[in-house]
């Protein structure tokens, strides 16, 4: 689980730790250097976002940015303060609680966290696959042992910390930073035995400058989902932003943004299915000319380099790129963004349709943060909603179909210290 570290996600307000009977802000001097040696001696760093701060432990990072992280401990988001940027709404508000534990399990010891997965990142040359049941991937039937598709991108949306917002990532949200959040998120992950970061590929941005050199990287990616006769194939994992999935000249394509040069085929099952199974998601992307659409699937990659999808799930977000189900999820983000409030999206990762969902929690109120709730169609007793968390925390309730949107919970009354400011990076 991702913490803020400079330059990525939060800064606003700093986190403060304790550090060896010392404290320190992220980004202060001497703050690296105290948790490696934390890290060595197997210390655990407090946050100090309430008075009696919550346990921390130091992980090491990998690759391009080796160094140390301090992350939260695992199931301990909700123990801190709303405002701090180790805050996590409580699970069981949202699909996480469901997953927890049995499809993700985290190591403090490592730092690493294991992924089931309910569908395959391999399969025999030569042989067609099948969508996982529940339809094109999205395997939303499944229980909380194993990751859908649709969990698990909305398990790495989570972990780089793309559901939170606040005014000052207003204009700074792109795909640069979409990108780079999501592949630091994947860091120390491992599913079916492998590093999932391996497997990922996420388009950069495009540049006719740079085109063939970005077209080298990618094959170069790419050439452990080559099929070797003989041999199982690697599935390699696509996340991008859709631009169209239309007929091709044989057969199906999919083509996604910053990708202009290689489209992704798809056979006419899955297309046909793709349209039933998703028809909500598509006609709300239709609609509304400011919603991207992200896809999320398995592809092979012939000997030729054409790439094949094999499962996949769509999740439409808006153009802070915050994941919304519906119309009147997306009224309910719209206005939060416009009133330049400070929350978290909310996810159903598993959870079916029929499931209470908080579709954002407020973290600019005083006290406890309110969980915001949409009333759906099929879950009609308000009871329904009150259930799912803890008596004490409160609760907000729209049902679009009898009122209008009710005010919304007051924010604190806060001041900023001098230079305090919310930055994302490009």
Same mark, same amino acid.
């Given at each position: 689980?991702?913490?803020?570290?400079?330059?990525?996600?939060?800064?606003?307000?700093? &986190?403060?730790?304790?550090?060896?009977?010392?404290?320190?802000?992220?980004?202060? $001097?001497?703050?690296?250097?105290?948790?490696?040696?934390?890290?060595?001696?197997?210390?655990?760093?407090?946050?100090?976002?309430?008075?009696?701060?919550?346990?921390?432990?130091?992980?090491?990072?990998?690759?391009?940015?080796?160094?140390?992280?301090?992350?939260?401990?695992?199931?301990?988001?909700?123990?801190?303060?709303? #405002?701090?940027? &180790?805050?996590?709404?409580? /699970?069981?508000?949202?699909? !996480?609680?469901?997953?927890?534990?049995?499809?993700?399990?985290?190591?403090?010891?490592?730092?690493?966290?294991?992924?089931?997965?309910?569908?395959?990142?391999?399969?025999?040359?030569?042989?067609?696959?099948?969508?996982?049941?529940?339809?094109?991937?999205?395997?939303?039937?499944?229980?909380?042992?194993?990751?859908?598709?649709?969990?698990?991108?909305?398990?790495?949306?989570?972990? /780089?910390?793309?559901?939170?917002?606040?005014?000052?990532? /207003? +204009?700074?949200?792109?795909?640069?930073?979409?990108?780079?959040?999501?592949?630091?998120?994947?860091?120390?992950?491992?599913?079916?035995?492998? &590093?999932?970061?391996? $497997?990922?590929?996420?388009?950069?941005?495009?540049?006719?400058?740079?085109?063939?050199?970005?077209?080298?990287?990618?094959?170069?990616?790419?050439?452990?989902?080559?099929?070797?006769?003989?041999?199982?194939?690697?599935?390699?994992?696509?996340?991008?932003?859709?631009?169209?999935?239309?007929? %091709?000249?044989?057969?199906?394509?999919?083509?996604?943004?910053?990708?202009? #040069?290689?489209?992704?085929?798809?056979?006419?099952? !899955?297309?046909?299915? !793709? +349209? $039933?199974?998703?028809?909500?998601?598509?006609?709300?992307?239709?609609?509304?000319?400011?919603?991207?659409?992200?896809?999320?699937?398995?592809?092979?990659?012939?000997?030729?380099?054409? =790439?094949?999808?094999?499962?996949?799930?769509?999740?439409?977000?808006?153009?802070?790129?915050?994941?919304?189900?519906?119309?009147?999820?997306?009224?309910?983000?719209?206005?939060?963004?416009?009133?330049?409030?400070?929350?978290?999206?909310?996810?159903?990762?598993?959870?079916?349709?029929?499931? %209470?969902?908080?579709?954002?929690?407020?973290?600019?109120?005083?006290?406890? /943060?309110?969980?915001?709730?949409?009333?759906?169609?099929?879950?009609?007793?308000?009871? $329904?909603?009150?259930?799912?968390?803890?008596?004490?925390?409160?609760?907000?309730?729209?049902?679009?179909?009898?009122?209008?949107?009710?005010?919304? =919970?007051?924010?604190?009354?806060?001041?900023?210290?001098?230079?305090?400011?919310?930055?994302?990076?490009?």
């Amino acid at each position: 689980m991702h913490e803020p570290t400079p330059g990525h996600g939060l800064t606003a307000p700093p &986190s403060v730790y304790e550090v060896g009977g010392q404290r320190f802000e992220a980004a202060s $001097r001497g703050f690296a250097e105290a948790i490696a040696e934390a890290h060595a001696a197997h210390h655990r760093p407090r946050c100090m976002c309430l008075v009696d701060g919550v346990e921390m432990y130091v992980a090491r990072l990998a690759g391009m940015n080796e160094g140390f992280i301090v992350k939260r401990m695992p199931n301990t988001g909700s123990h801190h303060a709303p #405002d701090c940027p &180790s805050y996590e709404p409580p /699970a069981e508000s949202s699909g !996480l609680g469901q997953v927890l534990g049995s499809a993700i399990t985290e190591d403090p010891a490592t730092g690493e966290t294991t992924l089931k997965l309910d569908f395959s990142m391999s399969k025999i040359a030569g042989r067609s696959a099948m969508p996982a049941a529940g339809g094109n991937g999205d395997s939303v039937a499944s229980g909380g042992t194993k990751l859908s598709l649709r969990g698990l991108l909305h398990y790495l949306w989570d972990q /780089a910390e793309l559901t939170r917002w606040q005014p000052g990532f /207003a +204009g700074k949200r792109m795909w640069s930073t979409v990108r780079k959040h999501l592949l630091l998120a994947a860091e120390n992950k491992i599913a079916h035995g492998d &590093s999932l970061r391996s $497997r990922l590929y996420i388009p950069e941005v495009f540049s006719v400058e740079h085109r063939d050199a970005i077209s080298a990287r990618r094959m170069a990616q790419w050439s452990q989902a080559v099929a070797v006769p003989g041999k199982p194939q690697h599935l390699m994992l696509l996340i991008a932003e859709v631009k169209e999935i239309v007929p %091709a000249r044989y057969g199906f394509k999919a083509v996604v943004k910053h990708v202009p #040069d290689q489209a992704f085929a798809l056979d006419e099952q !899955l297309y046909r299915r !793709l +349209g $039933r199974r998703f028809e909500s998601e598509l006609a709300l992307w239709g609609a509304a000319d400011d919603l991207h659409m992200v896809m999320v699937a398995t592809f092979s990659v012939a000997a030729a380099g054409i =790439p094949t999808i094999v499962e996949l799930s769509l999740m439409p977000v808006t153009r802070q790129w915050l994941p919304v189900e519906d119309g009147f999820e997306k009224q309910l983000i719209d206005r939060l963004v416009s009133d330049e409030r400070s929350f978290v999206k909310g996810l159903r990762y598993n959870l079916g349709a029929d499931s %209470a969902l908080a579709s954002a929690t407020l973290t600019d109120c005083e006290g406890s /943060a309110p969980l915001l709730f949409v009333a759906h169609a099929g879950i009609e007793e308000s009871g $329904r909603y009150l259930q799912v968390c803890d008596p004490s925390v409160p609760v907000w309730l729209w049902n679009p179909s009898s009122e209008a949107m009710p005010s919304l =919970p007051h924010r604190r009354q806060h001041h900023p210290k001098a230079g305090e400011s919310a930055v994302e990076c490009r």
